[in-house]
T-cell receptor
Framework: DSGVTQTPKHLITATGQRVTLRCSPRSGDLSVYWYQQSLDQGLQFLIQYYNGEERAKGNILERFSAQQFPDLHSELNLSSLELGDSALYFC??????????????FGQGTRLTVV | AQSVTQPDIHITVSEGASLELRCNYSYGATPYLFWYVQSPGQGLQLLLKYFSGDTLVQGIKGFEAEFKRSQSSFNLRKPSVHWSDAAEYFCAVGRRGDYKLSFGAGTTVTVRA
């Protein structure tokens, strides 16, 4: 168990809908990362938050957004869902905003299926 | 930009045999290197990491990896594979102070009895 908790584990929804994925980082970790794992794109970095503020953006669509709350949990919001958004979404957390001799710990992921 | 190549999409190995998974990276400075394992239906578990120092790194589950700067490689090895090692393995590269990891496409390992 990495200590990173993601809910829900599975989500099935229809095209055009909006969903929210939730992540609770390890205790003491201030940085949260979101990754998408799809068959065609592999594992791709989406976005990072550090202590409530957006730190970096990767290949995140405009239909997607995220935030980190004062208690440090994070939510990834996916809207106007398309079939191609079906993927495994991972959250990871680390102590600091960059990789300074630490590593990121990954949650179990949320499997999103868009039908 | 950093990138990672895992040349082998799928490897089949007999239980008890040795395993080597290849990883090549493209990066302008000294990278931080990682190997993660993903079992079916599971999340990513860190096997080992290299930040600096000794280029031979020991990890969990009997795995080790060697950083070879001259070859831009970070190959993962295990002397004797167990059936429970069947999984997908990802090599990743990052850098100090950076915010993200770049992952390879993964290598699926099948273990036959």
């Amino acid at each position: 168990d990495s200590g990173v908790t993601q809910t829900p584990k599975h989500l099935i929804t229809a095209t055009g809908q909006r969903v929210t994925l939730r992540c609770s980082p390890r205790s003491g970790d201030l940085s949260v990362y979101w990754y998408q794992q799809s068959l065609d794109q592999g594992l791709q970095f989406l976005i990072q938050y550090y202590n409530g503020e957006e730190r970096a953006k990767g290949n995140i669509l405009e239909r997607f957004s995220a935030q980190q709350f004062p208690d440090l949990h994070s939510e990834l919001n996916l809207s106007s869902l398309e079939l191609g958004d079906s993927a495994l979404y991972f959250c990871a957390s680390s102590v600091d905003p960059g990789l300074r001799n630490t590593e990121a710990f990954f949650g179990q992921g949320t499997r999103l299926t868009v039908v | 930009a950093q990138s990672v190549t895992q040349p082998d999409i799928h490897i089949t190995v007999s239980e008890g045999a040795s395993l080597e998974l290849r990883c090549n990276y493209s990066y302008g400075a000294t990278p931080y290197l990682f190997w993660y394992v993903q079992s079916p239906g599971q999340g990513l578990q860190l096997l080992l990491k290299y930040f600096s120092g000794d280029t031979l790194v020991q990890g969990i589950k009997g795995f080790e990896a060697e950083f070879k700067r001259s070859q831009s490689s970070f190959n993962l090895r295990k002397p004797s594979v167990h059936w429970s090692d069947a999984a997908e393995y990802f090599c990743a590269v990052g850098r100090r102070g950076d915010y993200k990891l770049s992952f390879g496409a993964g290598t699926t390992v099948t273990v036959r009895a």
